[in-house]
């Protein structure tokens, strides 16, 4: 069982010289949308609103937010894991659109019959995921193989869980990918557990990234709270990519700081590992960052805070008065 010195101190954040103070103001509105819809699902959830599971994403925002920002939203295409809300505003989805699908509402992509995000939209390049772990990984995989097929610079990035990268599909996706030099990007999101089980009962390798040296492509491991490193290193291995010069695999490392879903208390992980990565908190910390670099005032900090909660207030009361799918709905699409 791994031990945390709770006084380790907490790293400077990495400075992208890629970025602009505008792009760090996006960034940092992207984190805060990500984090405020957790905040209102979570709360739906306790009041009895929300239905299924509810994935808190909860310090996950730098890695979901970093990365996807790093690709072309003009060409490039997601294919985001269950704790990668902050993808889905960096590639535009709309807000009533997802509060409706979590919802489960009519006019919702997925018609009502989901609670949560199991929906794609081609037109935004977003394929979500299914449920079963790792399934997407060899549809991503495809996808980049067919855009290359025809002639189209795309690339593809896709994340899975610590967990769901155990998965036989993970290998068979990862291995098709480098053999064929494919342009996907593989993010392994390792927030320390899958479901109730920790890492050390989950892989015996030192890292996950390691496991590139058998597939024949490049491999690493970056702290998933700062957000800037992130979008730094996924831009890297995207260029990369573009280039014809296959997949990588980035794990990023982070920490689920919510149960499995809001039905689990979570009473199994340690408090002192959750109050060893509350400092790290990949929100604050670029808050603080920013605050100190006078790229945004703690004033228009505040603002920013509670116009997002406006606005997923405005948008949950949009979708609570629509109408839940009539029982029909459950049948269609079922062929047999
Ligand atoms: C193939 C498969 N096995 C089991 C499950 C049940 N399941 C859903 S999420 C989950 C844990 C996933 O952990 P991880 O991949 O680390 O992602 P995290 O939830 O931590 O982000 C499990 C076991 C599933 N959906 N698919
Ligand atoms: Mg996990």
Redesign the pocket.
């Given at each position: 069982m791994t031990t945390y010195n709770l006084d380790e101190p907490v790293p400077p954040l990495h400075v992208s010289e890629q970025l602009s103070d505008d792009d760090r103001l996006a960034l940092l509105g992207y984190m805060i949308a990500a984090r405020e819809f957790d905040n209102a699902m979570i709360r739906l959830y306790r009041q009895g609103r929300a239905f299924g599971?509810v994935?808190a994403?909860i310090g996950?925002e730098a890695t979901a937010v970093g990365a996807s920002y790093a690709l072309d939203r003009t060409r490039d295409v997601i294919f985001p894991?269950?704790?990668d809300i902050g993808m889905h505003f960096v590639f535009g989805a709309p807000l009533d659109q997802l509060m409706l699908n979590f919802l489960a509402r009519q006019g919702s992509q997925m018609r009502g019959t989901d609670g949560t995000g199991h929906y794609a939209d081609p037109t935004l390049r977003i394929y979500g995921n299914i449920?079963?772990?790792?399934?997407m990984m060899p549809v991503a995989a495809g996808y980049a193989l067919a855009a290359r097929m025809r002639n189209q610079e795309i690339v593809v990035l896709t994340t899975?869980?610590?967990?769901?990268?155990?998965?036989g599909?993970f290998h068979e996706a990862m291995n098709f990918a480098a053999v064929q030099k494919l342009p996907l990007i593989v993010i392994i999101?390792?927030?320390?557990?899958?479901?109730s089980?920790p890492?050390e009962l989950?892989y015996a390798c030192r890292q996950l990234s390691d496991r590139a040296i058998g597939y024949g492509c490049p491999g690493v491991t970056i702290d998933g709270t700062d957000v800037e490193l992130v979008f730094d290193t996924v831009r890297q291995y995207v260029e990369q990519a573009r280039q014809g010069n296959g997949p990588a695999l980035i794990e990023t490392v982070t920490m689920?700081m919510r149960g499995?879903a809001e039905h689990d208390d979570f009473r199994y992980v340690p408090r002192e590992l959750l109050a060893y990565w509350d400092k790290r908190d990949p929100l604050r910390r670029y808050e603080a960052f920013l605050l100190e670099r006078g790229v945004v005032t703690s004033d228009a900090l505040e603002q920013l805070h509670a116009e997002t909660a406006r606005q997923m207030t405005a948008a949950i009361d949009r979708a609570l008065e629509q109408p839940y799918p009539p029982p029909e709905e459950a049948f269609r699409n079922v062929f047999v």
């Open positions: 599971g994935y994403q996950n894991m269950h704790r449920s079963h772990l790792a399934a899975i869980g610590d967990g769901g990268s155990n998965v599909e999101e390792n927030n320390q557990y899958a479901y089980t890492r989950e689920r499995h």
